[in-house]
């Protein structure tokens, strides 16, 4: 009850350390007998008497239940590096242009977060056993392959992010930390919860919320802001296709899917079935307000200040002159620790939702609750994945340019796992009486449909030299 701010955000936000505390409790309550699996196939009439034996001191508790969730925080702190940095390229780059799609995915990746909230809290299981179980191993296959070629990139990304957040205060060159980083990282994922230092990483990426005050104080245009926002501007020069689909794949990411799901499963929640999906999706839909708000103020910020400029972001530094018009000299500082809080937060749950994926299709035991020696499988695939990505970090790929195709490659991918969400979600025997509704429907499958067309134009662009 006497929890301040930060100890909500850390026990709420879906980090790898707040899941490894729900899964010690969950185990906890399996060794004293305490069911932590909720009815998966409740009769209609034991819902409906459950609901009734409420007593007025339970409602008032509804009433009370942390304003603070999981969805919410998720996206105050949860917009990892590479992100933030994609939406600054784009607003550098096409200006006002996808404000529009900003507005638009709002909806969608409701929609999309919903489904897989709603998956998780009725299966009970990772999207990756559910996939397997009842769609065959070569579609779980499938599925987790596409999560770990999207995931391998934007741990890359994100070390990527941090080396240069630490070049940015330092002068020293971002590739002599990416190692150190990588081997820290590590560390705490397997051994350590890092629990002070936790709160430390989640103030330090809440570093991108100034850019909500910069938008304010940028001299945009808000005439242009608006018209921009709320009229679509379809240009398909390969400039602005590659910007949105980056944009999108950075707001609609393959692993937020996954990590939902999982998330979800783990989340204990108060009243009936029915009552924790209605929670799950207010705490979804303030989260993706939050965020996109956010990642709206960083296009308008970039637009209005490096844009009317013809500026191009070609290094950390130019990212951070966004954010003079309000802090001056002291922007690119406050840039770095906003890169490097998010890359610290987001780099565990990439490795450990990519473990849940692949160990969940294998069938191998998961969970980051467990010790290195009772799951060896899961925490060797977290390591392999570390590695690999390592590699690919230092091979000398422009940074700005890595974070901001690895969430393009997002947006080619994410399509594919979508459609595989509104499959499961539509599953009578999956989901019995608790299957999608019609708006999250129809928000699945136009967010499929226009990340396709996206990615689908994107690579006749690359195909055909224009890239």
Not at 351 to 360: I, K, N, Q, R
Not at 394 to 417: H, K, R, T
Not at 431 to 436: I, S
Request: charged share 15%; aromatic share 8%; hydrophobic share 50%.
């Amino acid at each position: 009850q006497g929890e301040g701010l930060l100890e909500k955000m850390g026990r709420a936000l879906p980090t790898d350390v707040g899941l490894r505390e729900m899964e010690l409790e969950s185990r906890a309550r399996q060794e004293i007998g305490q069911p932590i699996v909720e009815q998966t196939a409740p009769q209609r009439t034991e819902e409906k008497a459950a609901e009734k034996e409420h007593s007025s001191a339970e409602e008032g508790s509804k009433l009370s239940l942390r304003m603070l969730g999981p969805g919410f925080l998720a996206g105050i702190s949860g917009k990892d590096a590479s992100a933030v940095t994609t939406y600054a390229v784009d607003g550098a780059k096409i200006g006002y242009g996808h404000l529009w799609l900003m507005l638009l995915s709002t909806p969608l990746l409701q929609a999309v977060q919903f489904a897989c909230a709603k998956i998780g809290r009725i299966q009970q299981k990772g999207l990756a056993e559910i996939l397997r179980e009842h769609y065959g191993l070569r579609t779980a296959v499938s599925a987790s392959a596409l999560l770990v070629l999207a995931n391998l990139a934007l741990v890359a990304a994100n070390l990527v992010a941090i080396g240069s957040g630490l070049a940015l205060i330092t002068g020293i060159a971002w590739p002599w930390f990416v190692v150190p980083t990588a081997l820290l990282l590590w560390y705490i994922t397997v051994y350590q919860d890092f629990e002070a230092i936790k709160k430390v990483f989640l103030v330090m990426s809440l570093a991108f919320v100034t850019y909500v005050i910069t938008a304010v104080l940028s001299g945009a245009d808000w005439g242009a802001v608006l018209n921009n926002t709320f009229v679509p501007r379809i240009d398909l020069s390969f400039a602005s296709v590659s910007g949105a689909v980056a944009l999108l794949g950075a707001t609609i990411s393959p692993y937020t899917l996954f990590w939902q799901v999982q998330g979800e499963k783990e989340e204990q929640r108060p009243g009936t079935t029915r009552e924790k999906i209605k929670f799950a999706g207010f705490d979804i839909a303030s989260g993706v307000i939050s965020s996109n708000i956010i990642a709206y103020c960083i296009i308008v910020s970039t637009s209005a200040t490096l844009f009317t400029g013809r500026r191009r972001i070609s290094t950390a530094v130019d990212a951070a002159r966004a954010l003079e018009p309000l802090l001056g000299p002291f922007a690119k500082y406050l840039f770095a620790i906003g890169l490097i809080g998010a890359g610290l937060i987001a780099i565990p749950i990439l490795l450990a939702s990519t473990s849940y994926a692949v160990a969940g299709t294998i069938g191998w035991p998961t969970g980051l609750s467990k010790k290195p020696w009772q799951s060896e499988g899961f925490y060797l695939i977290l390591t392999v994945a570390l590695a690999v990505s390592l590699i690919v970090s230092v091979v000398g790929l422009d940074p700005i340019q890595l974070m901001f195709w690895a969430n393009a490659l997002q947006g080619v991918l994410a399509p594919a796992l979508v459609l595989l969400v509104l499959l499961v979600g539509n599953n009578r025997k999956v989901m019995r009486h608790y299957r999608l509704n019609a708006p999250t429907n129809i928000g699945l499958v136009v967010t499929a449909a226009i990340m396709s067309i996206g990615a689908a134009l994107l690579l006749y662009g690359l195909v055909t030299g224009q890239g």
